[in-house]
């Protein structure tokens, strides 16, 4: 059965203190992995795709590994605004269309 | 560019009334997602629709719930009868055309709707 988790469920860091996110998947077919951001209130906001094992995406202080297991979301001195819920998401291949399957998310807190 | 709208932003209503929650996707994607999140089950997909025609709705809980994509522009989700456990965030995305190359797309999130059913 395709599945996707994530951990830690919470995580929460000092203003600097740089520190990783996982996200781990079995599926059958993978055709692509996705982080997304999530504030409150709103919809969750795309940061990477990643497309096979080693490939590696930056955006300012994050940056998204792959391997054939699991994807990690780096987080380098981490500022009070990159408070959110990270949401991973894995692209499945099926016979005539791909499944998207959303991990639980981490809930990242940074405290001044 | 205007992001994926969808409306209204907060629901609430009486157990067995009719809700409908409507979307309207970012101009030229093929693809329309409408997913439910729940803090105990996350975000789930319902259903999706590639050019306007359903693909996949095995994600729909019961027959409770239809959802229409009657044109390119506009989308519908409706729930009757509601139901207490139907409360939820219900979530419109959208993504492009897939390329021949990278066959994958990102979506691209509403704000939700906040559905709350009494």
């Known amino acids: 059965e395709d599945q996707v988790t994530q951990s830690p469920e919470a995580l929460r860091l000092q203003e600097g203190e740089s520190s990783s996110l996982n996200c781990s998947y079995t599926?059958?077919?993978?055709?692509?992995l996705f982080w997304y951001r999530q504030d409150p209130g709103k919809g969750p906001e795309f940061l990477f795709t990643l497309y096979s094992a080693g490939e590696e995406k930056e955006k300012e202080r994050l940056k998204a590994t792959l391997t054939k297991k699991e994807s990690f979301l780096h987080i380098t001195a981490p500022k009070p605004e990159d408070s959110a819920t990270y949401l991973c998401a894995v692209q499945a291949r099926r016979t005539s269309y791909d499944k998207v399957i959303f991990g639980p998310g981490t809930s990242l807190s940074v405290i001044p | 560019d205007a992001g994926v709208i969808q409306s209204p932003r907060h629901e609430v209503t009486e157990m067995g009334q009719e809700v409908t929650l409507r979307c309207k996707p970012i101009s030229g994607h093929d693809y329309l997602f409408w997913y439910r999140q729940t803090m105990m089950r996350g975000l789930e997909l319902l259903i999706y629709f590639n050019n306007n025609v359903p693909i996949d709705d095995s994600g729909m809980p019961e027959d409770r719930f239809s959802a229409k994509m009657p044109n390119a522009s506009f989308s519908t989700l409706k729930i009757q009868p509601s139901e207490p456990r139907d409360s939820a965030v219900y979530f419109c995305?959208?993504?492009?055309?897939?390329?021949?190359?990278?066959?994958?797309?990102?979506?691209?999130f509403g704000d939700g709707t906040r559905l709350s059913i009494l």
């Open positions: 599926v059958s077919g993978l055709r692509g």
């Open positions: 995305a959208s993504s492009p055309r897939r390329d021949r190359g990278l066959s994958n797309q990102p979506q691209h």
